[in-house]
């Protein structure tokens, strides 16, 4: 969670506001702990709804939508972008960080303080699929992991129930019960939520684990090394900055992302619907206009 090495180049005011991005709604528990440490930070919240989840995305296609949502930032005066998703940090950060010219934060699963705590050294990490499958990933349990053996078990459709803000149904309790109870059969002790989507469902983990697995969520963790980052830069807000609410925006229409926000975050704001073309999603006839003519 370093910054980019290109923002130099770029003159920002520590008033202009910070962009977090998810390809969906779990950036949300980033943007709730980023509210609570720096309160004074005007935000700005995009969800990439309309292609949610990444989890099940080709490489590229994460890496596209990445680069375009936070270039849309960049031209809408962010002064910082948290890119507030495993998924897409795991697969483009390096990219997006070589294409922007502000500060970035990404996330990453907790593979260190699971490693550093667990004492039965058997971690349970749930993470979509193309987190589990991505370099950077399979870096973090060689560096931290090499005593402990860790259980990862792809979380489908843990992050279309978010989406559709179910985080306590039956099914959702029970799709949970046949991921977690392996783990806890093998002995685990702790569980690492390797998507920002999963810490919704802390309570319906709790439920079934009970005690026994003590949960590692970074969302915290991210919001003191983006305070860290924009002092490094001379970018925090001052304590009369009046931030009020986020700005939310949604590729798509933005009713799940409203409920969610005033059930989970205590915030009834209204979310604008965004468009946001890509190579990957915007129209041959887009394209085909945006292609430099000879």
């Known amino acids: 969670m370093t910054p980019s090495p290109r923002h130099a180049s770029l003159t920002m005011s520590a008033t202009a506001p910070v962009g977090v ?3 969906g709604l779990g950036g949300l528990s980033v943007l709730r702990a980023i509210r609570a440490q720096l309160p004074d930070e005007a935000l700005i919240y995009v969800a990439d709804s309309r292609y949610a989840p990444y989890g099940e995305r080709d490489d590229d296609f994460i890496a596209d939508r990445t680069l375009a949502i936070g270039q849309w930032l960049v031209a809408q005066g962010a002064k910082a972008l948290v890119v507030a998703c495993n998924t897409a940090t795991a697969q483009s950060i ?6 922007l010219a502000i500060p970035l934060v990404g996330v990453e699963p907790g593979i260190k303080p699971a490693a550093q705590i667990s004492r039965t050294r058997i971690v349970g990490v749930l993470a979509t699929q193309a987190t589990l499958r991505s370099i950077r990933f399979q870096a973090l349990l060689d560096q931290y992991g090499s005593d402990c053996r860790f259980l990862c078990q792809p979380g489908h459709g843990l992050v279309e129930a978010v989406e559709q803000c179910d985080i306590n149904s039956d099914a959702l309790r029970t799709l949970l019960q ?13 569980l690492v939520l390797g998507c920002t989507h999963y810490p919704f469902l802390d309570a319906a983990i709790r439920d079934i684990a009970g005690e ?9 963790a991210i919001a003191q090394q983006l305070e860290r980052v924009l002092g490094r830069h001379a970018l925090l807000a001052s304590h009369d900055s009046h931030a009020g609410l986020p700005r939310f925006c949604s590729t798509s229409d933005g009713a799940h992302q409203r409920q969610l926000a005033a059930l989970l975050l205590q915030i009834d704001a209204p979310v604008e619907q965004i468009e946001i073309a890509s190579r990957r999603t ?3 006839e887009y394209l085909s206009s945006a292609e430099p003519r000879p």
Not at 94 to 99: C, I, S
Not at 178 to 190: F, I, N
Not at 212 to 220: G, Y
């Open 282 to 284: 915007a129209p041959p």
């Open 212 to 220: 026994q697995l003590t949960l590692i969520d970074t969302s915290i």
């Open 94 to 99: 390096a990219l997006v960080r070589q294409q």
């Open 178 to 190: 046949s991921y977690l109870q392996p783990m806890l059969d093998a002995g685990a002790d702790t």
């Open 21 to 23: 991005f998810d390809s």
